[in-house]
Structures are given as structure tokens and as C-alpha cells.
T-cell receptor, first 117, second 113 residues
């Protein structure tokens, strides 16, 4: 079945530094990828939608200069949290949509736990 | 804003059927209902989806009311490994005609031995 991987699975960084999270579709091509954020005991919140080769579309209230998204190929999207602060600590999850379609709306990665100290 | 409402938690005995309700009274005609589940600190897992007709797969059954204002996910024989948060989601189209999933708070299902 289709697999989406994320790297790293967890990261601890100091306040003010930047962190890059990778999302890869391992056995399918993903024209569209999504980035979500999830705080403890809360639901997933869509941050942005990225289409390969074009600028990401950010949801209302998400700072595009703080959360940089690059979707340079059909199998890789990256999220960079710039100048991270403790309030950015969260569980970041990516998902990918198979460009060939199929019944699955989105395949989800395992998530990346970010802790900013 | 989420277009679905679910009970925050439910319990089920192992081996029995788990019936998880969901209300989506404002759903539009072309919007699908999706169900995902999330085991603690993992990515969501697809379960099933539907538009108007009832659906069944190897994991679950989805019963959608005729007016489409509510649905029920049925896990026919719940096991301990089915303990998770279950999300009932409506797939919508945004202003750019792109599809996206609108997530609610989900139901935390505890399957007890």
C-alpha cells in the first residue's frame, strides 16, 4: 500500500533556531501534499496545501513566512519552521494525495514531534 | 470550523460491535463523509468513506441516513487494538475548487477487555 514517511520522527531545538521536516511519498507520486499541526488532545489543524512546483496555499491565521513549505518534486515536500519558539512545539503531520487518484483521499505520515526549548 | 459533531468518548466491550455516531447536518450535496482514526501519537489511518450509499470494507461499515445529516461507523467486532480517536470528517471544496478535509474533535473509543 501507499506509504508516506516523515523525517525526523521527533526533534528538539532551541528557541530561535529553524527546523526542517521532510515528507516523502515512498511508492506513489503526490501532486498535492498537506501539512497539519496537532496540539495535545486537539484535532488536526490544516496549515497549508502544497502543489508540486507551485507556491503553497496557507490556511487563514498561518504565517507563511514562519512556516516555509517547499514541494519541489512529486515525492517530497518540506516544512521549515523558522525562528522556532516554544509555542511552536506541536505534532506536525503531513499527508499526500496520489496523483493517480484512487479511493484514498489522503495518505498520512507518522508525524513529527517538535519540542522547542 | 468543523462540519461534524461527535460524542467526545465511548466505551465498547471487546468482541462487541462499536457504533460511532456523527452528525453533519450542514453537509452539501457533493461533500463526502470520511472516517479516519488516530492511535496515540501516530498519523491518522483511513477507515472508510461514502457519499449517499452505505459502504462496507474489511475494516468497518458506514451507514449514512437518507437525508445525509448523520452517519454511523460500525466496527463489527471491536478488539483492543481498535482503541483510538475516531474522526468523522467532511471533505469540502474551498474557493479555489481544491478538496480538503475538515477535522472535528473526534470520539475517543476505549475498547475494554
Amino acid at each position: 500500500g501507499a506509504v508516506v514517511s516523515q523525517h525526523p520522527s521527533w526533534v528538539i531545538c532551541k528557541s530561535g533556531t529553524s527546523v526542517k521536516i521532510e515528507c516523502r511519498s515512498l511508492d506513489f507520486q503526490a501532486t498535492t501534499m498537506f501539512w497539519y499541526r496537532q496540539f495535545p488532545k486537539q484535532s488536526l489543524m490544516l496549515m497549508a496545501t502544497s502543489n508540486e512546483g507551485s507556491k503553497a496555499t496557507y490556511e487563514q491565521g498561518v504565517e507563511k513566512d514562519k512556516f516555509l513549505i517547499n514541494h519541489a518534486s512529486l515525492t517530497l515536500s518540506t516544512l521549515t519552521v523558522t525562528s522556532a519558539h516554544p509555542e511552536d512545539s506541536s505534532f506536525y503531520i503531513c499527508s499526500a494525495r496520489d496523483s493517480k487518484g484512487g479511493i484514498y483521499e489522503q495518505y498520512f505520515g507518522p508525524g513529527t514531534r517538535l519540542t522547542v526549548t | 470550523d468543523a462540519k461534524t459533531t461527535q460524542p467526545p468518548s465511548m466505551d465498547c466491550a471487546e468482541g462487541r460491535a462499536a457504533n460511532l455516531p456523527c452528525n453533519h447536518s450542514t453537509i452539501s450535496g457533493n461533500e463526502y463523509v470520511y472516517w479516519y482514526r488516530q492511535i496515540h501519537s501516530q498519523g491518522p489511518q483511513y477507515i472508510i468513506h461514502g457519499l449517499k450509499n452505505n459502504e462496507t470494507n474489511e475494516m468497518a461499515s458506514l451507514i449514512i441516513t437518507e437525508d445525509r445529516k448523520s452517519s454511523t461507523l460500525i466496527l463489527p467486532h471491536a478488539t483492543l487494538r481498535d482503541t483510538a480517536v475516531y474522526y468523522c470528517i467532511v471533505r469540502v471544496y474551498n474557493a479555489g475548487n481544491n478538496r480538503k478535509l475538515i477535522w472535528g474533535l473526534g470520539t475517543s473509543l476505549a475498547v475494554n477487555p
